[in-house]
T-cell receptor
């Protein structure tokens, strides 16, 4: 398995633009998580899905952020409009209820810079 | 909000020495996990310890859990330069929501 695949790896955009981050979880995993990592705030859980259904979006900072999981193999995190304070590394992770002992598998992240 | 706090924030040791990192958390848990993050990379799962376990080993890693003190420690024995990374603990909630909250991390530097 290729692991959790995130795209793009790097994104530089201007303030006010729409940004879409993409994630392909490991096949067979029924949980998908979106985290944001910054120096100031560390790793923050934004939202997570179970069987493609959003379970907890309490970490989504504002209405400018939205996430979807249209099927078991794809999820997006969208920021519209983007702001400089959204600059961070965004990680997607997936896991399976049946293999909780193995924890999450993280993608390599998308480094977002909003100028 | 962060559940776990790692201590120390940064640690520098010589190759071959042991490295100990501590994690304290605030509320009851079912499970606690440790992850490693190399610079510029995603997190890698190291080990999971359940609330009814006190100690767990995996290769050169030893994890302890003291639920009465709400704390855990990660010991890396005979450290290598390749162990240089940040280490995070992650805790779930007793309600079993299957979401984990990550601590602040310890930056470990192993000098060759």
């Amino acid at each position: 398995d290729a692991g959790v695949i995130q795209s793009p790896r790097h994104e530089v955009t201007e303030m006010g633009q729409e940004v879409t981050l993409r994630c392909k979880p490991i096949s067979g995993h029924d949980y998908l998580f979106w985290y944001r990592q910054t120096m100031m705030r560390g790793l923050e859980l934004l939202i997570y899905f179970n069987n493609n259904v959003p379970i907890d979006d309490s970490g989504m900072p504002e209405d400018r952020f939205s996430a979807k999981m249209p099927n078991a193999s794809f999820s997006t995190l969208k920021i519209q409009p983007s702001e400089p304070r959204d600059s961070a590394v965004y990680f997607c992770a997936s896991s399976s209820t049946g293999t909780a002992t193995y924890g999450y598998t993280f993608g390599s992240g998308t480094r977002l810079t909003v100028v | 909000s962060q559940q776990g706090e790692e201590d120390p924030q940064a640690l520098s040791i010589q190759e071959g020495e042991n490295a100990t990192m501590n994690c304290s958390y605030k509320t009851s848990i079912n499970n606690l996990q440790w992850y490693r993050q190399n610079s510029g990379r995603g997190l890698v799962h190291l080990i999971l310890i359940r609330s009814n376990e006190r100690e767990k080993h995996s290769g050169r890693l030893r994890v302890t859990l003291d639920t009465s003190k709400k704390s855990s420690s990660l010991l890396i024995t005979a450290s290598r330069a390749a162990d240089t990374a940040s280490y995070f603990c992650a805790t779930d909630s007793p309600s079993g929501t299957y979401k984990y909250i990550f601590g602040t991390g310890t930056r470990l530097k192993v000098l060759a």
